[in-house]
């Protein structure tokens, strides 16, 4: 069965650095694009990140540019967001999502990590 798995949530200190990783499974992984989404509290979801099908494009959230790098590797399957400098405001449920490219365009999400900034 297709399975997103996220790890690597948790709390860590403002100016910290918080690695998310997400193993993919079930379908062809190189055939989507991947993409990170969170969604604080009492906010709507939004794009942090995404990375193309063989991770040589990639777009940011424009308070995330310069902290947050998206990379994947094809052949574990998975996609990690790599955070730095991490800020009170990037508190939230972190979600990974694949969307396929080719002749599919099925969309699969994960059930979300959450990560908490605080001292």
């Known amino acids: 069965q297709v399975q997103l798995v996220e790890s690597g949530g948790g709390l860590v200190e403002p100016g910290g650095s918080l690695r998310l990783s997400c193993a993919a499974s079930?379908?062809?992984?190189?055939?989507?694009?991947m993409s990170w989404y969170r969604q604080a509290s009492g906010k709507e979801r939004e794009l942090v990140a995404a990375v193309s099908i063989h991770g040589t494009s990639t777009i940011y959230l424009d308070s995330a540019k310069g902290r947050f790098t998206v990379s994947r590797n094809n052949s574990k399957n998975t996609v990690t967001l790599d955070m730095n400098s991490v800020k009170a405001e990037d508190t939230a449920v972190y979600y990974c999502?694949?969307?396929?490219?080719?002749?599919?365009?099925?969309?699969?999400w994960g059930q979300g990590t959450q990560v908490t900034v605080a001292s």
């Open positions: 079930g379908f062809p992984f190189s055939d989507y694009s």
């Open positions: 999502k694949a969307f396929g490219q080719r002749d599919t365009r099925k969309t699969y």
